[in-house]
T-cell receptor, first 109, second 112 residues
Framework: GQNIDQPTEMTATEGAIVQINCTYQTSGFNGLFWYQQHAGEAPTFLSYNVLDGLEEKGRFSSFLSRSKGYSYLLLKELQMKDSASYLCAVSRSNYQLIWGAGTKLIIKP | GAGVSQSPSNKVTEKGKDVELRCDPISGHTALYWYRQSLGQGLEFLIYFQGNSAPDKSGLPSDRFSAERTGGSVSTLTIQRTQQEDSAVYLC??????????FGPGTRLTVL
């Protein structure tokens, strides 16, 4: 079957670093996406990994290990506006995404 | 337009009525998706269009749900004889081939 696991909720402090993990088991793999979703809003694209390794984009970085079925999203210098849900999604083909349930990140001052 | 647009933004209807939700994808995006999201829950895939055809309708919850896409652009999701459990945010997304999905703002449907 298809399975994507993420922690339900995480808490971190403003200015700190947080790592949100995602493990997946899917038949077929064509890349992994991370999306950010603020409460009451639609998801917005953060990153896409198709090869193993770390992709850095400003304060956000995403890592992928295909052999381990594992990815993480690393958020540095946390700001209050980073409080949101972070969704991991695996692409099985050119069109189909399998979505995780999301990790709600709470930032405290 | 610059992004995916959806209308209406909010819809309140009575149980048993039919509703139509509209999605305007980003121009040139061949793929279009409908999702449903209940409060505090993840995304539930409903249907995918490639051009005007729907190769994957596997997520439609029942035969009360249908969707069409015309001209490779606008799509409508129709829910007939709405039930209270249909209340959710309905999200539309579009993408070019092999790329990430860009989401619209969603339609919040409330069935009384």
């Amino acid at each position: 079957g298809q399975n994507i696991d993420q922690p339900t909720e995480m808490t971190a402090t403003e200015g700190a670093i947080v790592q949100i993990n995602c493990t997946y088991q899917t038949s077929g793999f064509n890349g992994l996406f991370w999306y950010q979703q603020h409460a009451g809003e639609a998801p917005t694209f953060l990153s896409y990994n198709v090869l193993d390794g770390l992709e850095e984009k400003g304060r956000f970085s995403s890592f992928l290990s295909r052999s381990k079925g594992y990815s993480y999203l690393l958020l540095k210098e946390l700001q209050m506006k980073d409080s949101a849900s972070y969704l991991c999604a695996v692409s099985r083909s050119n069109y189909q995404l399998i979505w995780g349930a999301g990790t709600k990140l709470i930032i405290k001052p | 337009g610059a992004g995916v647009s959806q209308s209406p933004s909010n819809k309140v209807t009575e149980k048993g009525k039919d509703v139509e939700l509209r999605c305007d994808p980003i121009s040139g995006h061949t793929a279009l998706y409908w999702y449903r999201q209940s409060l505090g829950q993840g995304l539930e895939f409903l249907i995918y269009f490639q051009g005007n055809s729907a190769p994957d309708k596997s997520g439609l919850p029942s035969d009360r749900f249908s969707a069409e896409r015309t001209g490779g652009s606008v799509s409508t999701l129709t829910i007939q004889r709405t039930q209270q459990e249909d209340s959710a945010v309905y999200l539309c997304a579009s993408s070019p081939p092999g790329s990430g999905q860009f989401f619209g703002p969603g339609t919040r449907l409330t069935v009384l």
